[in-house]
């Protein structure tokens, strides 16, 4: 009996240009990362690859990986989670992106509303690159949208407020 997998979490790069409380991985300097052909090497039997980071649009090859894995594992399903801080890269690459896989899917990471946000994330005006961030996946034709939240003391009370946002901007919420 052979086994093989269905499911990867593939972490694009490590480098991340957010400062969580919750997570030291923005301290990462890392250079040498996985070309884009490597990328080629997954197995052809996932069927869901959540594509992350660190950040993953810091990928200057972004696009280039991500055709890769469609290459070599063509059924999948790709997600990708962001922390949503670069709009001006979204807007580069996610209507390429969708071209590759109309079903693509995209997350983005919010903490909080607003304010509340920013302060967990440590990044200002955060909250705000983020709603412009899912106009953009909008426009781009990215129709599975969706917010992953981090669960931490300092953010308990925010809980029902984003799940709000997430229903009025008919994202799914996890």
Known sequence: LHMYPKNAIIAVTLNCNSRCVMC???KNRITNELSPEEFRRIPPSLEDINITGGEPFLRRDLVEIIANM???APRARLVMIS???MPHR???DLPKIRSI???FAFRVSIDGMGAAHDAIRRIPGGFEKICKTIQIARDSGI???GVSFTVIDQNVDEIPKVREFCRRQRM???
Do not use: H, V, Y
């Open 70 to 72: 469609k290459i070599a």
């Open 24 to 26: 030291n991985i923005w």
């Open 90 to 92: 979204a807007a580069e």
């Open 83 to 85: 922390n949503g801080f």
């Open 172 to 174: 799914e919420f996890s």
């Open 101 to 103: 896989d109309p079903r």
């Open 143 to 145: 129709r599975d949208l």
